[in-house]
């Protein structure tokens, strides 16, 4: 049992690469969440997931895109990658409604 | 939308002394959840404590206990006995009850631990 496991850990992009950030649960989740953490502002939303197939915008979804093909994954795609996207991904997830949220490990990506 | 403030970017304290660490919450909801998370430097984010806004005890954990004060909507966190191991950044959360059970975090307090 693997809990919730981000890929990669760390990475450099280039401006105007573009990568995917890997979210995996085997916790059978139903609800999955990406997460950015810039300093002096905590952990701001970016994308949601409440099931396969569904996903949401949170607070800070420009610049990003998701999808939710299988349950257990959940990727966070950057198309553009900007200087203004460094920062440390958290990914979470949980079984459902009113239950507590595991969160991963964190990516720290750096856009240069 | 939900806003959470915690007004102190960093705190200290002596080991084995008291500290709390002070949030404050907007919100227009009758029924959430809040939470405190711990982050040492290995980025893990801990669950320390968590209230349910219908109760008004208020939650301990050990050497953690929360000040909920929902009229004021503030929730604090006493940390008692403190050790070295509680140094870390301590994120205050709120957590609506509406669809996507989204957790909304404060900016973060730094806590350090002097020996």
């Known amino acids: 049992n693997a809990g919730v496991t981000q890929t990669p850990k760390f990475r450099v992009l280039k401006t105007g690469q573009s990568m995917t950030l890997l979210c995996a649960q085997d916790?059978?989740?139903?609800?999955m969440y990406w997460y950015r953490q810039d300093p002096g502002m905590g952990l701001r939303l970016i994308h949601y997931?409440?099931?396969?197939?569904?996903?949401a915008k949170g607070e800070v979804p420009d610049g990003y895109n998701v999808s939710r093909l299988k349950k257990q994954n959940f990727l966070l795609g950057l198309e553009s990658a900007a200087p203004s996207q460094t920062s440390v991904y958290f990914c979470?997830?949980?079984?459902?409604?009113?239950?507590?949220?595991?969160f991963g490990q964190g990516t720290r990506l750096t856009v240069v | 939308a939900q806003t959470v403030t915690q007004s102190q970017p960093e705190m200290s304290v002596q080991e084995a002394e008291t500290v709390t660490l002070s949030c404050t919450y907007d919100?227009?909801?009758?029924?959430?959840?809040l939470f405190w998370y711990k982050q040492p430097p290995s980025r893990q984010m801990i669950l320390v404590i968590r209230?349910?806004?219908?109760?008004?005890q208020n939650a301990t954990e050990n050497r953690f206990s929360v000040n909920f004060q929902k009229a004021a909507k503030s929730f604090s966190l006493k940390i008692s006995d403190s050790q070295l191991g509680d140094a870390a950044m301590y994120f205050c959360?709120?957590?609506?009850?509406?669809?996507?059970?989204?957790?909304?975090f404060g900016a973060g307090t730094i806590l350090r631990v002097k020996s």
């Open positions: 979470a997830s949980k079984p459902g409604m009113n239950t507590e949220a595991f």
């Open positions: 916790m059978n989740h139903e609800y």
């Open positions: 997931s409440v099931g396969e197939g569904t996903t």
């Open positions: 919100t227009s909801e009758s029924d959430y959840y």
């Open positions: 209230q349910e806004a219908y109760k008004q």
């Open positions: 959360a709120y957590r609506s009850v509406q669809y996507g059970n989204k957790l909304v």
